[in-house]
Each structure stands twice: as C-alpha cells, then as structure tokens.
C-alpha cells in the first residue's frame, strides 16, 4: 500500500495537445463503436453547414472513398491561412491541433453554429491515422497533412485558384475504432436531413467502393421535410403551413401538416441540432398550438359555448410539424444537446404562432376546419378512452391486483432476472408452460392475430383481450398512466412460428411497442426469439444438430461431408446431402407446435443455447415510415415495399 507521501507532483499526469482525446476517445464523441466513428464525419461535415448557415457556402459533399478515407468538401470561406496571434501557428494548423480553438465562440466568425464547443475538426485530426486539409482562399490553395494529430508537414502553398472553401480528407484510427467501414446510407441520412434543414443548400454523396452516388437539394426547406415525414399518409389537406420570421436576434421556422393518423410527429432542431427532448421552442410551439385552433373554434362556433376546451393532446393528434430556431448563444442541458434550454425561444415561437397559424386559420377555412373537425374527433375518442379506462380501473384491471388468467408468471420478483415469453397461439403456449424455467421464464399466449393498432384508438386497444392482457402482465400501464419503472420483466420475447402468419404477429406486436411502449423498445427490452428451421438427426444417437436459417444448413453440410471424405468414408452422391454428411434425417421446423416442451426449452428457450435477436430503434423516422407502409390504410404503399423488399426474404412459407 502506498504511502501518503508518494503521491507528490509526479503522479499527476498531464496530457498535452491532443493526447486526451486519443486516451479518452469516449469523452469527445461518445463511443469508439460504429456511432463515434460516424461521429467524426458528422463534425467535418457540420462546419460546411455552419458555412452555410452564416451565408457563405453552397454546398457541402462527401465522397467515400475506395481506400477507406473520407473527404468532406465544402465552397465556404476557407479556413484562414494567416498566422494565429495567441499560438504563433497557422490558424489551419491551430484549428486542426488546438482544442477549444475555432470561430464559434463569438469571435464574429459565426452568428449561429451547430458545432458549439469548438473540438470538432482537431478532435477528427486526433482519431485519425492520417488527415490532409486543403483551403482554397485568396486566389490560392494550400495543403498540410497530420497523422494521428501531429502535423507531417507545414502549411505550404501549392497552386493556383478561382475557388473558395474546404476540403479535409481523414482516415479513422483503426488501433482506436472497433470498425473504420463508414455506413454510406447512414450518411446519405444524415446530409438528406442537412438539405432540409438548410434551405437552399446542395449537398451530396459518392461512394467509391460501390459506386453508388445521391444528391440532395430542398428549395422549401423544413416545408419539403415535413411532406417527406407524411409521404404515404392520407393527409387531411395538401397545403402545409410554412412560417420564418425573425424574432430579435433569432429566426424561428415552422411548418406543419396534419394526416389521418393517431400519433404525433415533432420534430425540433436549434441551429440544425436535433433536440429529441424538447425544450423552451417545443413548449411554446405546443402552448401556441393548443391556443389558437381553440380560439378560432370558439370564434367560429365550432366548438360550443358549454363544450370543454380542446386539450393540446387533441389539437396534435396526426399533426406532422418541424421546428427550427437559429440563434446566436443555444443553451443546451448537458453535453449533447438534446434538450434546448434558452428561456427567450419559447416567447419567440408562441409570437409567431400565434400571429401567423391564426392568419393561415383565417385565410383557409376549409383546412381550419378539417383540423378543428380531426381535433373534436381525437376529444371524442380520449372522453371514450377514459371512460373505458376507468371502467377497466373499476374492475382491477390494470392496477395489478390480479394478472391475466392465462399468465404463467415466474416466480422471481425481479426485473432484471424476469423475461416473459409473448407465445403465439395456446398449443405453443401449453408447451412452453410445461417445458420453460419457472423461476425466471414467464408465458403469455396470445390467441389469434393481436389487435393492428396502427389503425386503433386507445378505446378500441382496451377493448381487446390480447392486448389488455398484454399491458396488465407488463405492468407498465398505458399513455395517461404508463411509467417504465413498472416493467416486470427486462426481457419480453416475442416467440412466433417462423413462417408468414408468425411474422405478421410479430410486426403487429412491434407495431404496439413503437406506437405506445417505446421507452420499452428504446431500453432494449424486447428480443425477437428464432425457433430452429432444421434438425438433422444423427443415426442411434439423442443430441441432434438444430439449424436456424438455410445458410448455416448449407454450411454444415459442405463442412460434415468434406470431413467423410477426408476420414475416407465412401460417399454416396446420388443421395440426399444430409445422408452424404452422415445424417440419417433431416426435418423442417414450420411451427413451435412440432415441438415437444423439451425441445421447445433446448432450441429456443434455454439461456445457453437460443438465439435471441434484440430489436432496436436506430432511426425513429424510417421506423415510423415502415411501420405506416406495412400497417397503414395504403395498399399501393405496402405492394411496392414488399416487391422492393422480396430479394431480401431468404425462407418464404407459402
């Protein structure tokens, strides 16, 4: 044990330059996995849109290249080339190598910026193996290149130009990142939204390896984002609200449309950075919202005198809205930005709501009153929801006084050890009654199709069984009452038979959690489990092989046979492959009621042995728009999913 007096001065380590950064990757970009990795190019590609945003790029492109690197490439201003003052280097190379150094800290570089804390570029230079910048500015280009942060050259002029901006080619560390491959449609994504968000901007990707390439350019900015969001909805008119107006120092942009659907879609950005938790603008854009239609319902005898203002849940029902305020200082709660926090914002867009929606109201009564007409609708059907629900209270339903009846629960009382089995259909369900660990394992049947909610209000869910007992055995409660803190069990499995009707359950299953359980889906609580296809038996002997997709089966096979061979077995290849690789059967598994209660437990239940798959929401817009194809109203929009998707089925039961 050490002493107090060997701790002096020289244990303190302190790291210099950019050394913290590639000693604690984690801290600046908030992983070495796949999301840090993009991470770096969503930094280069940001100081493009802040170029833009304060007027002076066009454009901003990225080009994957075949060797691995990334070149982002904008027409902005160019970094400057002149000495820095405060480090006695060229502002390039102090951008490239300084933390903490760049034009976004009031200086007068930026009036707005998404890239608040000025580590991006030098962070992106320290990850790299390698990293070379050219600027264009003032008629001439100049070129440095890094590795690993540490500059391999100095800045050195090296042609003639007539064109301005940035171009900065890096390749990810492969010694600090767990995979350097950059996903091309994860940053088509990302610039698609970029186009939208910065009205008037081109921007575009090529990738070398595969040779693919798109381009993205929204005259209407925020406006084509919020059609984009609805594409496929049957919106209730084609006209979208549009409003930018500046309000002291900020800009504020809406735009909104309503559809005939149940949820809501919001989506708020400050200076082009998501907000996924809200904040001051989205507070008063909904405080605004809910003021307005009611005063023109009221004005307009829409709503009667005696009759209950609209709650602001009503008036969002099938609202599709995006908004985006520019400011010169966001405040943001905590490092990564998701919740905006400047308390002047919400007076700011609850100003121009209320002036400009009520003008747009006034000035297009036949959408005013398809919306006033959908939010009395969505009233209607709370008061009958409510009604339902407690009606449902009344009876001990959902207070967790007593569990579903066809409930085989486990026995352990904690969370994080409990997982319950959703089991289609009462035959599989008696089996994995009889076969599962009942300390750990709980069972609910569900008979029949679940409920599509998709296309069902909450009055309507808590009229059927199988989702009601759905939500009392998870405990968790539903909207108004829903807290996750009532999970009972960390793991809820979806275990269907692997074939079209197994398949359709689980979507309608996944359709119910997305729309009304998401924190669930978000925590990583829903697995999908993967029954076994195949069993190859093996002649006079109990520990049979089980397969769980066709290429595995192929696999083995090629693998079992070379092996007879190899042993000298003699082969008999007019026979069936299974009986060349020594196999005396081979069977194929459509559903879980072929299998006994043990086999049930040994392929897909126990813990050693199953193959879970865990589900996850990477992309919550491409989930909404996927679930709305295959749940929705529009047949035309499922037909071409499925023949855009049909290469991609491996085993189809027909």
Not at 503 to 513: N, P
Request: a negative charge; proline letters at 3%.
């Amino acid at each position: 044990m050490s002493s107090q007096k060997d701790y002096d001065a020289s244990q303190i380590q302190v790291l210099e330059g950019l050394e913290p950064v590639r000693k604690r990757p984690g801290m600046y970009i908030g992983g070495t996995g796949v999301e840090g990795l993009h991470h770096l190019v969503w930094e280069i590609v940001d100081n493009g849109i802040d170029e833009a945003l304060a007027g002076h790029a066009s454009r901003v492109s990225v080009i994957l290249l075949a060797d691995g690197g990334v070149t982002v490439i904008d027409d902005g201003r160019g970094i400057p080339t002149d000495v820095h003052p405060k480090t006695g280097k060229s502002t390039v190379e102090t951008v490239l190598t300084v933390l903490h150094a760049g034009g976004k800290f009031g200086g007068g570089g930026y009036k707005v910026s998404g890239g608040l804390h000025g580590v991006g570029s030098s962070v992106v230079n320290a990850l790299s193996s390698k990293l070379i910048v050219t600027v264009r500015r003032d008629g001439k280009e100049y070129r440095q290149e890094y590795e690993r942060g540490a500059p391999k050259t100095s800045l050195k002029e090296v042609g003639k130009t007539t064109k301005t901006g940035t171009e900065i080619t890096f390749y990810p560390d492969d010694t600090i990142f767990e995979t350097v491959k950059i996903n091309y449609q994860t940053v088509l994504d990302r610039l698609r939204h970029a186009a939208y968000l910065t009205k008037g901007i081109h921007t575009d990707i090529r990738d070398e390896r595969s040779g693919e390439r798109y381009a993205f350019y929204f005259e209407g900015g925020i406006q084509s984002y919020v059609r984009h969001l609805n594409l496929g909805k049957d919106v209730v008119d084609e006209d979208v609200f549009y409003v930018e107006k500046q309000v002291e120092d900020s800009v504020i942009e809406i735009s909104l449309q309503y559809a005939d659907v149940y949820s809501e879609t919001i989506k708020q950005f400050a200076n082009n950075v998501f907000n996924p938790d809200g904040g001051t603008h989205l507070t008063g854009f909904r405080a605004a919202l809910t003021r307005v239609i009611n005063d023109y319902a009221r004005k307009n005898g829409l709503l009667k005198e005696k009759e209950e203002n609209l709650s602001g849940e009503d008036t969002r029902e099938g609202l599709t809205a995006v908004i985006l305020v520019k400011l010169p200082d966001p405040q943001f709660e905590g490092q990564t930005k998701n919740k905006l926090g400047n308390p002047e914002v919400r007076g700011y867009v609850e100003q121009v709501m209320n002036e400009y929606f009520t003008y747009y109201l006034e000035e297009h009564p036949n959408v005013a009153k398809k919306i006033v007409g959908k939010a009395l609708l969505a009233a209607r059907a709370r008061k009958a929801a409510r009604a339902a629900r407690e009606n449902i209270l009344r009876k001990g339903v959902l207070d967790g006084a007593s569990m579903p009846g066809k409930l085989a629960d486990c026995s352990s009382k904690d969370p994080q050890n409990s997982e319950i089995y959703l089991v289609e259909g009462d035959s599989a369900g008696g089996s994995a009654k009889t076969g599962r660990d009942s300390k750990t394992q709980a069972i609910l049947p569900l008979r029949g199709k679940v409920l599509n909610v998709e296309r069902a209000r909450l009055d309507k869910m808590l009229a059927n069984n199988e989702i009601l007992s759905l939500i009392k055995a998870l405990g968790v409660g539903i909207e108004d009452s829903f807290d996750i803190n009532g999970l009972r069990y960390h793991r809820i499995i979806i275990m269907t038979d692997a074939d079209v009707d197994g398949s359709h359950i689980s979507t309608l299953l996944m359709t119910f959690f997305f729309r009304y359980m998401k924190p669930v889906l978000d925590g990583g609580h829903i697995y999908l489990a993967k029954p076994p296809l195949f069993e190859l038996v093996k002649p006079g002997k109990q520990d049979n092989t089980f397969i769980y997709d066709e290429s595995e089966l192929d696999v083995l096979l090629d693998e079992a046979i070379a092996k007879r061979k190899k042993e000298g077995a003699k082969i008999d290849t007019t026979a069936e492959r299974y009986k060349q690789a020594g196999f005396s059967e081979q069977k194929r598994y459509k559903g879980l009621g072929e299998m006994d209660a043990e086999q049930l437990f040994a392929t897909t239940m126990d813990p050693d042995k199953r193959v879970l798959v865990q589900v996850r929401v990477e992309d919550a817009e491409k989930a909404d728009a996927i679930f709305n194809k295959l749940m929705g109203t529009e047949v035309e929009l499922r037909k071409n999913f499925i023949q855009a998707n049909a290469k991609f089925v491996k085993d189809l039961d027909i």
